[in-house]
């Protein structure tokens, strides 16, 4: 049996590290989160830290900010992350065309 991932703190390692490539302070994300600027960086530090977990409406805003999609924040396998982000640049024909392929296999 395959063991279990805490997905809490998927999201917390995920959260962190998309505000790192995006060059962001925790100040920066909340802000731009739509959260208050004088509690954002608590906010977010606290999410990263899961001291506090993010309602789902707050875990979209966080992604929007970060330029990722939601699902990314919560993928457990490392290569399924990746999938998510290169799948997000791909154009609408290449994604028909590659789900296409995967879905033959």
Known sequence: ?????????VF???LKQARRD?????????VEAGL???????RINRYEKGVHEPDMATVARLAEALE???AYLFAED??????????ER????????LLKTVEKS
């Not at 049996?1 to 703190?9: A, K, S, Y």
């Not at 490392?78 to 290169?86: G, N, P, V, Y």
């Not at 791909?90 to 028909?96: G, I, M, P, V």
């Open 78 to 87: 490392e290569r399924l992350a990746r999938m998510i982000l290169a799948f």
């Open 68 to 70: 990722v999609p939601t």
């Open 12 to 14: 917390q390692r995920r």
């Open 22 to 30: 995006c060059q962001l302070s925790q100040r920066d994300l909340g």
């Open 36 to 42: 208050d600027p004088f509690v954002a960086a608590t």
């Open 1 to 9: 049996m395959p063991r279990q991932t805490d997905i809490r703190l």
């Open 90 to 97: 791909l154009s609408a024909t290449e994604k028909d065309q």
